[in-house]
Nanobody, 121 residues
């Protein structure tokens, strides 16, 4: 079993910054892609950013140039630095990790518990 624990989030004014962190623990052999998703009530969960094991990131178009995803493979953590936040970024943010629990095993998807980000004046 693997547990993802998120930290960060909260209330920030438009134009402000927040940093989200996600730490994975448990039965971990290796971690493939990790990422951050967000969801507002009544809508589907959308991908915000991902980064693969080689460190290659991808971003939702609306956050490019404002958000930066990073990972520390030694610590099994990944972060999302969010700058120039806009009210439209308000959502519950979930971290994700595709984790292999043993050599030769397929990866399984795990999710954090979610953290609220509210951008408002």
């Amino acid at each position: 079993q693997v547990l993802l624990v998120e930290s960060g989030g909260g209330l920030v004014q438009p134009g402000g910054s927040l940093r989200l962190s996600c730490a994975a623990s448990g039965s971990i052999f290796s971690i493939d892609v990790v990422g951050w998703y967000r969801q507002v009530p009544g809508k589907q969960r959308d991908l915000v950013a991902t980064i693969n094991s080689a460190g290659r990131p991808t971003y939702l178009d609306s956050v490019k140039g404002r958000f930066t995803i990073s990972r520390d493979n030694a610590k099994n953590t990944h972060d999302l630095q969010m700058n120039s936040l806009e009210p439209e970024d308000t959502a519950v943010y979930y971290c994700h990790a595709a984790v292999r629990s043993g050599r030769g095993m397929s990866s399984r998807n795990y999710w954090g518990q979610g953290t609220q980000v509210t951008v408002s004046s």
